[in-house]
């Protein structure tokens, strides 16, 4: 028997030293490839998220919260389109790939929570997401050989966007019936954008206007866009909050890259902490503000939304903010508890694919339409990572303990650590 102990706590103790270890790789190891190479990883989530999907996973995610079916979809399909644009040898299976995730969103499945009622029908959430889905398809096929009946469904679709918004006192229209969220419109006048990339250019004067009237709109308290609106009059209704931030800021920079380096630099200096020195992490209210959490932000532990996190990973490589970017990328690799295999990898174990299709989506920005933005001065330092290395090392470290202790001592060698 105390051999057997002396065993178990051997195997333990080396069991903790190489899960610290392990950890202090993933904090250091690039995470993140730039706006040109393959992010590492992302490919294998792509795996793993297709067999999810397959076996009912945004079914499943549909039952926490109302979008949890279309996100986990767009979010696949538009992460594959980004890795075909990266690398032309994947576009024929990119394609493939996007096209049935865009058809999950067309059927009556992915439409299902949005009101045909509204304008556009099924509302700017539905209508904006998928025609930037739908554009991104488009963009990985050459010029002249794209398909027409998706160009035709692109130009109806912006059209239906376009006068919805220029019959609007509002430059937030609704996703649901009497709810205006700004990052949803904000989606929607990127792909209008991307509409003017990838036909004869018609939305030039809409997308201008809506800047105009936005900016008339912004949230008093941090000088953002709200993350809610009144319906009709697009009047702030809620401050701005780190989980719809994380999109907008990921999108502004096609629509408008001047107001989106302002909004950037408020966002970044009001909602991107370091919580108890340990690494930098995303606020869903901003400094010194505090708000309960929901389905958009999750727990909010001392006031950090993991959820908003991971998005603004994307949020600061759109803006060339790669110091930002890496430094959230390799954060997540430690606090996400990936599980990899040669074929695919997950993050939190497996057990929330959508979380996964963020962080892919995540891992993958780029800009769509503007040029590349000028970095902006960088706020993160390598040495962000010294406390979580210390504090790594100290419990690595702690199992042996007590055998270094005794052999300071001069002590007889005793059973193995504990």
Not at 273 to 282: D, E, S
């Amino acid at each position: 028997m105390p051999h057997a102990l002396s065993v178990a706590r051997r195997v333990a103790a080396v069991a903790i030293s190489l899960c610290a270890l392990i950890g202090a790789v993933r904090l250091i190891v690039p995470a993140t490839a730039g706006p040109d190479g393959e992010p590492p990883g992302v490919r294998r989530q792509l795996a793993f998220l297709r067999p999810a999907l397959d076996a009912g996973a945004g079914e499943q995610a549909q039952t926490l919260f109302p979008e949890g079916y279309f996100f986990l979809h767009v979010l696949y399909g538009l992460s594959w389109v980004e890795l075909g644009q990266r690398d032309p040898a994947s576009r024929p299976e990119a394609l493939r790939e996007s096209r049935w995730a865009l058809g999950r969103l067309d059927a009556p499945a992915g439409r299902e929570p949005f009101s045909p009622d509204l304008d556009p029908p099924h509302g700017v959430f539905y209508r904006g997401w998928t025609n930037w889905l739908r554009g991104g398809v488009l963009a990985l096929q050459p010029e002249g050989r794209r398909d027409p009946a998706e160009l035709g469904r692109l130009a109806a679709d912006s059209a239906a966007l376009a006068r919805a918004f220029d019959g609007s006192g509002s430059p937030f229209l609704e996703a649901y019936p009497g709810q205006a969220w700004p990052v949803d419109s904000t989606v929607a006048m990127a792909s209008l954008r991307l509409h003017d990339t990838l036909r004869p250019p018609l939305y030039a004067g809409t997308v201008a206007r809506w800047v105009r009237q936005a900016r008339e709109r912004l949230d008093p308290r941090t000088g953002l866009l709200p993350h809610r609106a009144e319906p009709g009059t697009g009047e702030p209704a809620e401050v701005a909050r780190g989980s719809s931030q994380s999109i907008i800021q990921r999108f502004l920079v096609d629509i408008d890259p001047a107001f989106a380096a302002e909004q950037y630099a408020r966002f970044r200096d009001r909602y991107v902490v370091t919580p108890l020195g340990l690494g930098p992490a995303v606020l869903e209210y901003p400094s010194g503000m505090e708000g309960p959490g929901d389905v958009d932000s999750g727990p909010l532990p001392l006031g950090v939304s993991l959820s908003a996190t991971a998005v603004t990973l994307g949020a600061a490589q759109v803006r060339g903010d790669a110091a930002l970017a890496a430094a959230l990328a390799n954060y997540g690799e430690l606090a996400g508890l990936p599980v990899g295999t040669p074929w695919t990898k997950r993050y939190a174990f497996g057990l929330m694919p959508v979380g996964d299709a963020f962080l892919a989506w995540s891992k993958t920005a780029r800009p769509w339409v503007s040029e590349r933005a000028a970095s902006p001065p960088a706020t993160v330092s390598w040495w962000w990572r010294t406390p979580l290395l210390v504090l790594l090392a100290l419990i690595g470290i702690a199992p042996w303990a007590p055998a270094l202790r005794r052999r300071r001592g001069g002590s007889p060698a005793g059973p193995a650590p504990c």
